[in-house]
């Protein structure tokens, strides 16, 4: 069983900035992929960044140049770094693990608001 913790959401100002944790329990995973998903009201949750253990990420086009995806293996840690943080960032972001035996696992969401 896996458990995925996140951490580091909260207010911010729009231009702000903020860092999330998503620290992974269980088994050591030598083939994954971890991300960061997004749901704001209304919407559907959509991918914000990916990163598998080879080390190519992904990006969706609204974070670009924005947000950066990074582990700590050592740690079974996933960070997203959120830089000029927007408005429309605003969101619940939830941590995802993929991998083949285990499937898709979530974290409980963490809430960032991007307010003024």
């Known amino acids: 069983q896996v458990q995925l913790v996140e951490s580091g959401g909260g207010l911010v100002q729009p231009g702000g900035s903020l860092r999330l944790s998503c620290a992974a329990s269980g088994s050591i995973f030598r083939s994954y992929t971890m991300g960061w998903y997004r749901q704001a009201p209304g919407n559907q949750r959509e991918l914000v960044a990916a990163i598998t253990s080879g080390g190519p990420t992904n990006y969706a086009d609204s974070v670009k140049g924005r947000f950066t995806i990074s582990t700590d293996n050592a740690k079974n840690t996933v960070y997203l770094q959120m830089n000029s943080l927007k408005l429309e960032d605003t969101a619940v972001y939830y941590c995802?693990?993929?991998?083949?035996?285990?499937?898709?696992?979530w974290g409980q969401g963490t809430q960032v608001t991007v307010s003024s």
């Open positions: 995802n693990l993929y991998t083949t035996r285990l499937g898709d696992c």
